[in-house]
């Protein structure tokens, strides 16, 4: 329920499990979708990068947690769409990546998956 008026038009930033926007609101159902995924939602990502760190299920808050003790500059993640024309959000690469330094470095460290937390969530932020 909504207590405040609201003032059209804004912007809209939706990320979720299931979808990753850019929505221009200038109206009650009058939207304009401007950015989208092309691939895998933010909270997907999150979700499949936990897993590949053996942490548990929801992954966002697992893997927040565990970069609080990481280092975000050791892993060198890509950012995401970084100089694409289109202004659309991909996760794959990055989390092919989180995938590939994992493997590189196996058996993995409670450090090593502080870092790679850390790191992951950096590159999405710059993303976002």
Excluded at 14 to 37: C, E, P
Excluded at 90 to 101: D, H, I, N, Y
Aim: hydrophobic content about 45%; charged content about 20%; aromatic content about 8%.
């Amino acid at each position: 329920r909504l207590t405040d008026g609201l003032d059209f038009p804004y912007l809209l930033l939706l990320v979720s499990g299931g979808h990753t926007q850019i929505v221009a609101v200038r109206g009650v159902g009058d939207y304009q979708r401007w950015a989208t995924t092309i691939d895998d939602a933010l909270g997907e990502a999150f979700d499949k990068t936990a897993k590949m760190l053996g942490l548990p299920y929801p992954g966002g808050p697992n893997v927040e947690k565990a970069a609080a003790s990481g280092d975000a500059s050791r892993f060198a993640f890509p950012r995401p769409m970084k100089g694409a024309a289109q202004p659309d959000f991909s996760f794959s690469g990055l989390k092919t990546a989180v995938r590939q330094a994992a493997t590189a470095i196996a058996p993995l460290s409670d450090r090593d998956v502080a870092d790679i937390c850390a790191s992951f969530q950096a590159a999405v932020a710059d993303a976002l």
